[in-house]
């Protein structure tokens, strides 16, 4: 039995949750919380970086980051996530890491909001990694995702489920292209609600 250290708000290990129910592994992995900010929680000796996710191999060696995980998931579940054939694979590589960058932009504007009080917060700081998400959302807008589930479209459904959890939906507006393309996406893949935190 493989062991998920997660925290139900992580837009990477919901990534990982969907990943696992499509590929057949969910009845596999055992879904343990974790706290990254805890010293004595036993994740960081299962990582050193001390994040999650973390996915714990049933001989207790770890893999770490989601990528990583998502890689190793779909390797022994039949790849079914991380097309074969060259341009299909990098394409779905390269949405991965769009989604991911937009979930790594939301998490640092995330912690600079709620970690610092009003006065010693960074607006540039923020408004650097709000272009980031702006222009990443732009993007897909124009072209979302298209074809088959993939790892980079379910990297980026989880993106936008964080932007909704944190930042309470307001892409929406400016992005209807991509707010459907979710819509047809959560219908299509059940799992991505029923990890929603």
């Known amino acids: 039995m493989m062991i998920l250290r997660y925290s139900a708000a992580s837009p990477y290990a919901r990534k990982i949750r969907i990943a696992a129910e499509l590929l057949g592994l969910s009845d596999r992995i055992e879904i343990a919380a974790a ?20 996915l714990v191999l049933g001989d207790g060696s770890a893999l770490y ?3 990583v995980i998502a890689d190793y998931l779909d390797h022994i579940g ?3 996530l991380v097309p074969a054939e060259p341009a299909r ?8 890491a769009l989604g991911d960058g937009i979930n790594d932009a939301a998490l640092l504007i995330r912690y600079e909001v709620a970690s610092r009080p009003e006065a010693l917060r960074h607006p540039e700081t923020i408004a650097l990694q709000q272009g980031k998400i ?19 479209q379910i990297a980026v459904a989880c993106a936008l489920g964080y932007l909704d959890l944190r930042f309470e939906g307001a892409w929406r507006k400016a992005h209807p ?4 393309w979710l819509a047809d996406f ?8 029923a990890t929603k935190a």
Request: glycine content about 8%.
């Open 89 to 96: 694979r990098f394409a779905a590589l390269r949405l991965q």
């Open 78 to 80: 039949g790849g079914k």
């Open 177 to 180: 292209r991509l707010a459907a």
């Open 35 to 54: 706290n990254t900010a805890d010293p004595a929680d036993t994740l960081r000796a299962q990582n050193p970086l001390g994040k999650i996710p973390t």
């Open 134 to 152: 702006d222009r990443a959302l732009a993007a897909l807008d124009a072209a979302p995702p298209q074809g088959p589930v993939d790892i980079g």
């Open 65 to 67: 980051d989601s990528r």
């Open 186 to 193: 959560t219908a299509k893949v059940p799992a991505f609600e």
